[in-house]
């Protein structure tokens, strides 16, 4: 049986890669106390969330990080759980870099 390959065909025009979706990747970073944590940027949703570190508001919309705990006692589903959204200036304010 032939397999049609993937690969682009020769008359197709390239799509360059788009930075912007990159920002969607989850990557680790220390978390406020030192533990590792799980982080996302995000552009932003249609709800409101409560930042941890300062107890603003982040408001509908704006690009934000959301950040969960790496290991959790009582399994991925908890750390997800424990997901916290913060405003991007904040996240990186406490003590990581």
Not at 4 to 32: C, F, I, N, Q
Not at 87 to 93: A, F, G, L, Q, V
């Amino acid at each position: 049986m032939v397999r049609r390959s993937r690969k682009r065909p020769y008359a197709a025009e390239h799509v360059p890669l788009d930075p912007a979706r990159l920002g969607g990747l989850t990557r680790s970073d220390r978390g406020p106390g030192g533990e590792d944590h799980r982080v996302r940027q995000v552009r932003g949703s249609d709800k409101t969330y409560r930042c941890p570190g300062c107890d603003q508001m982040i408001a509908a919309g704006t690009p934000h990080v959301v950040a969960w705990p790496a290991e959790h006692l009582l399994g991925a589903e908890a750390a997800l759980a424990e997901r916290r959204h913060w405003h991007s200036p904040c996240w990186n304010r406490f003590g990581r870099r």
